[in-house]
């Protein structure tokens, strides 16, 4: 669900938080909670002091608030469950606001609406706390703090849950980044050869090359089983998985011939008991041009 949120007195996301003072001693009493609009707040604050921008659009995401309490230690506290994660994604939006110069209130617009996505952000509705999920270097120092502080844990010894959480916040939500068939793949390749070649659909150079290159990686690789796969690894658990990785695409589209070599890869993730992931190096399973 889409909503919009219109930054007017900038100075306010800067003040300490604001429903922290009125949290008992108790966080986990679902009356303490800040509502899903307070929520919202908390996430475009956390954009704001970065990005500042007199609007949001915030869109929550409930299918990963749903893997976080698979995953918790604690799902369930008294008599409810713990569900105080909500995630958004946040974006820059058009919208009209008040500012004052020289003494003045004028009215003001920002009419680009696809300026900025700004990522993922977590909050705990119980804290106060956001989780900015930006950039993936940070993103998994991030991951890490919020595995911490939310109590998380894999789930079984083929933990799905938790690591499609890791994938979704850290690698970012992008359809590329766990490949678990032929069909799949097939598109994401179609569609960035599409991109690359005959960007705004001005021709059909894109399909020549893509069939080239679809049938001498069908050719190299009849027998590709493409899955993610677990393994025991000493108390640890190793997941092994696929990727894409195209042509560099821009935004406007830039003129062929594209930068870049498309790519299947395989990544590996050691997961440990306690929720900490190891990124290790992928290997380059096909790549051409």
Known sequence: M???????????LFLPPLFQQNVPSNPLQATSWLTDEQARDVATAAIHSVHPEPC??????????????SVRKNPVMGNQLNNSVYFYRVASDVCSYVVEKDGKRVLMSQASMDCCEYGIVAVDRATSKSYWF??????????????????????????????GLYLDLVWGEYKDKEITSLAQLRDLVQSNFQSAYSP??????????????????????PQLKLETTYEPAGGDILVR?????????????????????????????????????????????????
Do not use: C
């Not at 889409?2 to 007195?9: M, S, T």
């Not at 949001?56 to 309490?69: A, G, M, Q």
């Not at 042509?247 to 062929?256: G, K, M, N, V």
């Not at 990544?267 to 096909?286: A, H, M, Q």
């Open 56 to 69: 949001y659009s915030t869109y929550r995401n409930e299918r990963l608030e749903s893997f976080v309490l």
């Open 134 to 163: 930006a950039g993936k270097e940070k993103a998994a120092d991030i991951f890490k703090e919020f595995v911490r502080d939310e109590q998380l844990q894999p789930d079984s010894s083929k933990p799905t849950l938790f690591i």
């Open 200 to 221: 705004y659909e001005r021709d059909k150079t894109w399909q020549r090359k893509f069939d080239y290159w679809w049938r001498r990686f069908r050719l190299k690789m």
């Open 2 to 12: 889409a909503h919009h949120i219109f930054v007017l007195f900038t100075a306010a």
């Open 241 to 289: 998985g696929y990727g894409f990785s195209g042509f560099e695409l821009t935004i406007p589209r830039s003129d062929p011939p594209p930068r870049g070599t498309p790519e299947l890869f395989q990544w590996s993730l050691l997961v440990k008991p306690d929720g900490t992931i190891e990124e290790r190096p992928s290997k380059v399973i096909y790549a051409s041009r």
